[in-house]
């Protein structure tokens, strides 16, 4: 008697691509992103993260139809993993302007799902938007300008062949959406014009959870 045994795929970390038509709304951010001088300030990296968008949609028209896009994903995004019901939904849409040889160290962000959508991009030749097969030694290949997702097990990179990895090629009105969690960085670009990309953070909490408390809290 000799089992064949079974096999269990367990914790697959969900990321999705959204390849959205919105030329006229690109047109619209990158003309305000290459304009208003708050965005070509040395220190715009380090400052993207203390603004939200949202709150300039009112100038900004195409801010409101991008946060329109990014919610109308999310439900998309939380049907495909099985999350459903009714949240509170604390939301940030920051801008990424990145001149030449600008990169993103390795990072995650603190919410629950993260989003990014791209406006404007150096071009790619013959790159999937995911490349999700590749070997380990493709891993130290350099290349401008892209996405690269880290295995998000914990200390997957000491356990030889069980390290695995993903880029993405990103072009203009690709949404991507993945587990805040995941671990992930941008590698330079060295293109004239600058790479534009608006990033979202989601933070869902259930509705009626009257467990939690919320508490004014100083230290
Ligand atoms: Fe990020």
Redesign the pocket.
Known sequence: MSGSGARYDLFPTTLMTFELGETGMNADIERHFLEDPRYSRADQAEQSDSLNLMDLAGEVPAFARLQALFTEKLKAYCREVGWTGDFDLAMQMFP?VAPARHY?PS???VAHV?A?YYVNTPAFENRPLVDHGSSMTDYWRPEEGV?ILHDPRFNASLMGGWQHYARVYPRPGLMIMFPAFLW???TPHFSNAPRLSV?ANFTLDPKGEAFQKRLAFSV
Do not use: T
């Open positions: 990424n993103v990072h995650n962000h993260a990014v996405l992930h960085e941008v990033a």
